[in-house]
């Protein structure tokens, strides 16, 4: 089985192993490596690079074995070499009676750290802008009769009436979580062409249905897709959500986005 703790830090924490979930693990771990490459620069001498591939060498290194970079201080004037490394896995790993772990160790922190910022990647700014040029809300956060199957119902988002393939743009900088057509099988049943957004800093999703196409990119403002009418829906329009939840609990979003509901 794979594990769910994907920077195997439960036992750092005292905590049987595997007992952090995906999203618990992935902070940890970058809070925890982005402490090392501080370490790092207490060894070295000179603040790490995170593009540096020397420096990330070293950093994925004391990730692990911490003890190691008294000896790269003292033994080898601070520097990461290819002889250090021989050294490395020859003397030192196996004086631990175990390897240096995942190879793609690395390659997992630095999937979800961010070299710009030193943060998550997708972490956002944690305010949202309006989706939509000229946003004209054509529906509320409210309870209305639904167009499509005249049923009463909680209208869990705002919809904006916008010219068919106008631009749809991120609400702020996050991680894709779902992008396509809606189904009963993913979740997003009648929602059509449909992105959802997960934001790090807010801890929140942001959602955007009935798309014509989608163009998924993760930068706040960055255009993710076009105005359309998939899935349920009677005209050009985007159907905007925020979520607490990756499956649940709208928020409305019109006084978050300063828009007037309706
Ligand atoms: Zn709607």
Not at 93 to 112: E, H, M, R, S, T
Not at 146 to 160: A, I, M, S, W, Y
């Amino acid at each position: 089985m794979l594990s769910d703790d994907i920077f195997q830090y439960s036992e750092s924490l005292g905590l049987p192993p595997n007992s952090l979930g995906v999203k618990e693990s992935i902070v940890q771990g970058i809070s925890f490596f982005k402490a090392q490459l501080k370490a790092v620069a207490s060894t070295t001498g000179y603040e790490p690079s995170p593009t540096n591939e020397g420096d990330m060498n070293i950093s994925s290194v004391l990730y692990q074995f911490p003890t190691f970079g008294p000896w790269l201080k003292k033994e080898r004037n601070r520097k990461w070499s290819e002889e250090a490394n021989y050294y490395f896995y020859k003397n030192i790993v196996a004086g631990f009676g175990a390897g240096p772990g995942d190879k793609d160790y690395l390659k997992n922190i630095l999937q979800y750290y961010d070299c710009s910022s030193g943060n998550l990647v997708g972490g956002g700014t944690g305010k949202y802008i309006i989706p939509v040029d000229n946003p004209i809300v054509s529906s509320g956060f409210v309870d209305r009769i639904n167009p499509v199957t005249g049923q009463r119902e909680q209208h869990k988002g705002l919809d904006f009436a916008q010219p068919m393939n106008s631009a749809i743009k991120s609400a702020d900088d996050g991680v894709v979580v779902f992008a396509g057509m809606g189904s009963n099988s993913n979740g997003f049943n009648n929602y059509g062409n449909v992105v959802l957004l997960e934001h790090k800093k807010s801890k929140e999703w942001t959602l955007y249905a009935h798309q014509n196409a989608v163009s998924v990119t993760k930068g706040q403002g960055q255009v993710i897709g076009k105005v359309g009418s998939t899935g349920q829906s009677t005209g050009a329009h985007l159907h905007f959500e925020i979520r607490k939840q990756q499956w649940g609990g709208q928020i409305d979003p019109a006084p978050i986005l300063g828009v007037t509901g309706k």
